[in-house]
Antibody, heavy 120, light 112 residues
């Protein structure tokens, strides 16, 4: 059974760095073809893909966030991470992690999401 | 970036009706391997998105056959025959052919 769960700080101030953790079970990020993606959704708005990390440590980012994103993984602890530097109120959103495979390219399992508020 | 334009923005239906959602892409979604990585997700109220359709027309495991995806190139459609209460929510198309991946803005399916 595949499950994913996001965790984060809840609230942070503008200019700080947002650190998110995705803890998953039922698959391994050391398995060929496996990946984890991050997607966010401002309240009442649509979905935005942020980044993917793959089993071979290959990483893809949404260039709209320029160089603010860093995705990483801890294979031994079944975790993936996303950092967003220099946050502002526009980064207030629910952040989801989801499983993806290279052979399929779809997000088949999603976490419940974690709400993050950026406020001074 | 590839822009996915979904129409309509919202759709009011009666239970048992058919619903149709369009997704148009700013460029062809056929990848060099011959596959078209266009997917449909449904986000029910208060829930995470869930995968319905992948590669234009393939239903994901457990998705009822009343969900039918079709299209090619830049024009895609999701049809829901005989809408049921559990089908209500926001539908998003999504493309993974071109970097960066992009979502459509969503279509809200609600009861008339």
């Amino acid at each position: 059974q595949v499950t994913l769960k996001e965790s984060g700080p809840g609230i942070l101030q503008p200019s700080q760095t947002l650190s998110l953790t995705c803890t998953f079970s039922g698959f391994s990020l050391s398995t060929y073809g496996m990946g984890v993606g991050w997607i966010r959704q401002p309240s009442g708005k649509g979905l935005e893909w942020l980044a993917n990390i793959w089993w071979d440590d290959d990483k893809y980012y949404n260039p709209s966030l320029k160089n603010r994103l860093t995705i990483s993984k801890d294979t031994s602890n079944n975790q993936a991470f996303l950092k967003i530097t220099n946050v502002d109120t526009a980064d207030t959103a629910t952040y989801y992690c989801a499983r993806i495979e290279t052979i399929t390219t779809y997000f088949d399992y999603w976490g419940q999401g974690v709400m993050v508020t950026v406020s001074s | 970036d590839v822009v996915l334009t979904q129409t309509p923005v919202s759709l009011s239906v009666t239970l048992g009706d058919q619903a149709s959602i369009s997704c148009r892409s700013s460029q062809s979604l056929e990848y060099s391997d011959g596959y078209t990585y266009l997917e449909w997700y449904l986000q029910k109220p208060g829930q995470s998105p869930q995968l319905l359709i992948y590669e234009v027309s393939n239903r994901f495991s457990g998705v009822p056959d009343r969900f039918i995806g079709s299209g090619s190139g830049t024009d895609f459609t999701l049809k829901i025959s005989r809408v049921e209460p559990e089908d209500l929510g926001v539908y998003y198309c999504f493309q993974a052919t071109h970097d960066p991946y992009t979502f459509g803005a969503g279509t809200k399916l609600e009861l008339k």
